[in-house]
């Protein structure tokens, strides 16, 4: 009992005093600047991706569907401050978990340091990782979900899956971080991580109404195309603003990502015109997104003519699993397994087989990284959708994660939220 009242009054006295001030010349303006400015654009990636996905819905959840990823803003965000940048970045060096030594970010002043940015600076940043990352979730379940029951969702899954997979991989201690896991930007902790979920989550929801039966159009594309558009701008911030500082590491994952992602969206489209006789606008969407998924976990890695290989496979093997889904038969309405599952799989694969910047793959002679990098992709997607699936069950069992059939029949728009999308 002791401990616990000694931690509270800690916590308590650190909110409520000043912190202390300490000057320290190891500060970079510049690296700083660009975290912060990267923190922006990653943050940007989340009404990006709302844009994404409410242009692939019908027009009846549009709101229904910008609203599960905004919610991600508010719920996360304050859930990050309180305990999930400690729980991932924490003191102690456990290979589980980060310590409870920065709850409510206690002790950090503005003159703490990570390196040559404020620690403040690098907590803010790795928080946008975990805001869009249950977002990236919302597409595979949208247009049939509680909104409520999706909130909790959120949290719980940010506690319980994101928090720990972020420790592993990146925290101190980490235990795939020691065991030389490469994961640049988020491969295992953002992609698969939500791709995993994402299969569990719609394995327990089950299909929407009339799936497969009935067309379900993109109600608007133009949408959809607009909000690619921002994740491929935001995505800068995701990859080139993990190297932490305004270096060449920085420049070689910018660079990297956008081939990639020119490679992903031509992969798709040629893949798409030898299936189906026709590139689409959709297509292009999913191609430039695919590539990016799968060259984060090595942007600061792999060269740009690797990265091309990288985003040129996305793009053709991304599509291919997408595919799949009729077959399968699992209605992951916006091709979340399809595009992250599989691209953040192949992406963290590949890093173990191209990567030669600072790290050891295939390419170098380290056979053994590939075996690695198959390990680390493997736990996150097991762990993932065994915790998702164990939260799913729970609170499907409890309050309820589905909507009425007849309020799914009018639209979420207006039985979730009392709006509609478009009044014309």
């Known amino acids: 009992m002791l401990k616990y009242r000694l931690l509270v009054a800690t916590v308590l006295s650190a909110l409520f005093t000043g912190p202390a001030f300490a000057a320290d010349a190891a500060l970079n303006a510049g690296d700083t600047a660009w975290v912060l400015a990267s923190s922006a654009l990653v943050l940007l990636m989340v009404p990006g991706l709302a844009l994404f996905y409410a242009g692939m819905v019908r027009s009846k959840n549009v709101l229904s569907t910008l609203m599960m990823s905004f919610i991600c803003m508010g719920v996360v965000g304050i859930q990050w401050m309180a305990f999930g940048y400690t729980l991932s970045f924490g003191g102690g060096g456990h290979p589980l978990l980060g310590g409870l030594d920065q709850l409510f970010l206690v002790g950090i002043s503005p003159e703490s340091l990570k390196g040559t940015i404020p620690t ?60 030389g896991c490469l994961d640049f930007a988020g491969g295992t902790v953002v992609h698969i991580s939500s791709g995993a979920s994402a299969l569990a989550a719609i394995l327990v929801l089950g299909k929407r109404r009339g799936y497969p039966q009935e067309a379900f159009v993109p109600h608007n594309l133009t949408l959809t195309l607009f909000g690619a558009g921002l994740l491929w701008f935001g995505w800068f911030g995701f990859n080139a603003g993990s190297a932490l500082a305004a270096n060449g590491v920085a420049a070689l994952a910018f ?100 990567a030669t910047v600072g790290a050891q793959s295939v390419l170098t002679g380290n056979v053994g990284q590939l075996g690695i990098q198959v390990l680390g992709a493997a736990v996150s997607a097991g762990y993932a959708f065994a915790v998702t699936f164990g939260l799913v069950k729970i609170l499907d069992k409890t309050i309820g994660l589905r909507v009425e059939p007849a309020d799914e029949l009018t639209g979420l728009d207006q039985t979730q939220h009392g709006e509609v999308g478009y009044s014309l």
């Open 120 to 179: 403040l600076a690098f907590a803010l940043f790795q928080g946008m990782f975990a805001v869009i990352t249950p977002a990236l979730i919302s597409g595979a379940v949208v247009e049939r979900i509680k909104f409520g029951a999706y909130t909790l969702l959120v949290f719980l899954w940010s506690v319980l899956v994101y928090d720990p997979l972020a420790h592993w991989v990146w925290g101190d201690g980490g235990w795939l971080l020691k065991l």
């Open 255 to 354: 660079t990297s990502s956008h081939v990639a992602s020119a490679a992903g969206l031509i992969g798709w489209l040629l893949a798409e015109k030898r299936r189906f006789g026709k590139p689409s606008a959709l297509g292009a969407a999913s191609g430039c997104v695919a590539g990016l998924v799968a060259i984060t976990p090595g942007a600061g890695f792999i060269t740009p003519a690797w990265a091309a290989l990288v985003g040129l496979a996305a793009g053709v093997i991304c599509f291919q699993a997408v595919c799949l889904k009729g077959k399968l038969g699992y209605d992951d309405a916006l091709d979340v397994v399809g595009v992250h599952g599989v691209g953040g799989t192949l992406g963290a694969i590949l890093t173990g087989v191209f």
